[in-house]
């Protein structure tokens, strides 16, 4: 049934691998899969896995038609190890018209004082930013880092599901000050430390620390 309070990593270990456990391939390959739902993508949806599936179908409806086709990595990235080259997103976003940068919505960054981090008394953002805030994960930043490079406009939306249906949902802003007051996505964290050294060093020498700091504050 459905439940509400699963995250997008619940989806995958509870829906996604189950699924395509017995032949190993992507999710939008399994026969179960129409194919008049599979096709040319419309625009690239970037997202942290820690965030509700629920608040992320919910974003994606509140801005899409109905028809449009988007792509989501936990649909079109074999969930098995392997899967290098489905983990080179630079071209699908090339392809894509937009990126839709989705991001959970933190009562504790909110809750920060804009004027205390301008007069310097507060320089760091609260640690559920590093593990939930889309800005600051490193695969995240890999996809923007893309969207730069090839001018590709980027849509952030915050907020969460608020009813029933799945294109209710309600956006949430007051967490964006204090976000663009004090993010630097040089801090960006990973879950392979290896993944944030890499990306790290390939934003540094591509687009740059700044560009993509600019980007995220606008």
Known sequence: GHDPTLTTADVVSKVIKPLTRDRRERFVDHPSVPRDQVRRTDGFVSHCWRGRWQDLVAAICHVLDDDACVWVDVFTVRQWPGNGADVSFAPVIRDARFVLLCAMHLPDVA??????????????????????CAFLRIWCLAELQAALQYHKPVLMLVGKATGQSDNEFTPMTNMLMPLEMIIDVSKAKASIDEDRVRILRDVEQTVGIEDMNSLARG
């Open 111 to 132: 809750a920060m004082d804009p004027l205390a981090i301008a007069m310097g008394q507060i320089t760091t953002l609260p640690d559920t930013a590093y593990t939930c």
